[in-house]
């Protein structure tokens, strides 16, 4: 079991070092072209959802089986439209219809797919360690980095190439050390 906490831990740096290498913050890596333009409460903002997203995990593990993976996920959908109801006027933002049917339909089948995606992380969630299971949340960096190859033409540079292989890595890892931990018959 010590191996695999430190394996886990090795995992979540490496891991976190992919994701900054893949994104490139724009507190690590200034934009020249855009001197004026601050980014750190953007990298805040985004350091203080993931510790949310970190408490949620546990939450979700804590359940176990108890709570239906459904109800989280609606549940959060509820909590997401009463946030977003008050945030966007906050924001001086309105709320917009997209301006043609395609994009209102990927919109409908974006949200279709981020609804099945948070219902099987809260599955997985509920029967695996928070750890490893997190762990594999990063490779949706990864797919969203081929998608934006594939789809929009963007060409990676070296540093995002070392992010992406960097992720795949820890996800194999964390694969690799759970085989391990059940053909021991070690149990968590």
């Given amino acids: 079991a010590v191996v695999s906490t430190q394996s ?42 993931s510790i949310i997203a970190a408490v949620s995990y546990v939450c979700v593990r804590a359940t176990g089986d108890d709570v239906h993976p459904m109800k989280f996920v609606l549940y959060t959908a509820i909590v997401e439209l009463i946030c977003g109801i008050l945030i966007n006027p906050a924001m001086k933002q309105a709320i917009v219809l997209p301006p043609c049917n395609w994009v209102r339909g990927a ?62 890595s820890t996800a194999l890892l964390q694969g690799i050390d759970r085989l391990v931990d059940i053909s021991c018959g070690i149990s968590f």
């Fill in 8 to 49: 886990t831990g090795f995992a979540a740096i490496f891991g976190l070092v992919g994701i900054i290498l893949i994104s490139k913050p724009g507190v690590l890596f200034p934009d020249v072209s855009n001197p004026g333009q601050s980014t750190l409460p953007w990298a805040c903002a985004t350091l203080g959802v």
């Fill in 107 to 168: 919109m409908v089948a974006c949200g279709i797919g981020a609804t099945l995606a948070n219902l099987l992380i809260v599955r997985g969630l509920a029967l695996e360690n928070s750890g490893p299971a997190s762990l594999m949340r990063n490779w949706d960096t990864v797919y969203a980095y081929i998608f934006q190859i594939l789809f929009f033409g963007v060409s990676p540079d070296w540093i995002s190439i070392l992010g992406a292989v960097l992720i795949v």
